[in-house]
């Protein structure tokens, strides 16, 4: 999707757009409102979702309670067939400890305990390269842009892309491939 289009009527908007031809289709989900990410979810009914964190944003509408914030980022799930997966953030204090009601992959960083996590980070200029480590393996990846959060989003790309049978070349040539935009 373009832009910020992850409010109700935009989501159904880009739903519309959708094609037979299509493989997979990402779309942001919103959860800044009490009841959002679960009325989302059960529009596009998706297979894989990801929280990548409980931060600040929208922290007014649960008066400051970043738990009830977490339980409604979480509603991601409502909509997922019974085999779906979500992959959470465990870096993050509150995501690394969620139970959701569907089978939870953990990303990390600093995470050593997740199911997928980076090591030997190394910065270069607007590059940083890094290994994802998971069930006992080691891949090299880089992505040409700096910055940890980066890295994070990498980890989790990679994750699912296996989760979805791409080859691990293919998976960090679309890393190394990524370029940001607007």
Do not use: W
């Amino acid at each position: 999707s373009e832009n910020n289009t992850n409010v109700q009527v935009k989501i159904g908007m880009n739903i519309q757009k959708l094609t037979s031809d299509c493989g997979v289709y990402i779309q942001e989900i919103g959860g800044g409102r009490p009841g959002g990410a679960s009325r989302h979810s059960r529009m596009v009914c998706p297979a894989i979702t990801i929280v990548t964190n409980i931060g600040d944003a929208h922290i007014g509408n649960f008066y400051g309670d970043k738990k009830a914030l977490m339980e409604n980022k979480l509603g991601i799930v409502d909509g997922m067939p019974e085999d779906g997966v979500v992959y959470l953030n465990a870096d993050d204090p509150l995501l690394v400890e969620a139970a959701p009601d569907c089978k939870k992959v953990l990303f990390a960083v600093n995470n050593k305990n997740a199911d997928f996590y980076a090591d030997n980070i190394v910065a270069e200029n607007d590059r940083t390269c890094f290994d994802i480590v998971y069930d006992d393996q080691r891949v090299a990846a880089c992505v040409n842009v700096p910055g940890e959060h980066n890295v994070l989003n990498a980890v989790c790309a990679f994750a699912i892309g296996k989760q979805l049978n791409i080859s691990e070349e293919a998976i960090v040539n679309g890393i190394a491939n990524f370029k940001t935009q607007g």
